[in-house]
């Protein structure tokens, strides 16, 4: 897992992981890459990430890659970025395809709705939770 301060150099990323992944023998690379819509007069996305757990929740997605034989890479802005460009990228490298399309998809999707990354819009120069596009967390707010 990989945090960036601003928009994401993808293409910088990519490379250096299947420089990484050369030699591991994966039949399937699968790249996914989020960019920021221009959208609602916005100007940017901002994000605040709780570092511990997302690290926590990437271990354990690691942990289910590792188990099908394959590889989970994930990157992630903090702070501000613009529209048009990336905010998130991730890749599933693997022995076979189907591994690869099914974990990407989970993966992807997971992220979206456990991942502990608060979104803002940016109008005019000001950050606004984006409360319309936020999932709450379980157990946020909670003391176990």
Partial sequence: MELYEGSLDVKAIFSRWLDEEATSNYGAYIP???????????EALSFDIYEPVLLKWFDAWQEKAVALGAVVKMAHSVGDVPVHTSSYVSAVFSPKRRVALELIDLFVEDFKTNAPIWKYDVKQGKRIYAADRSTPMDGAGLLS
Avoid at 32 to 42: L, M, N, P
């Fill in 32 to 42: 996914f890459v989020g960019t920021i819509r221009a959208e609602d007069g916005i």
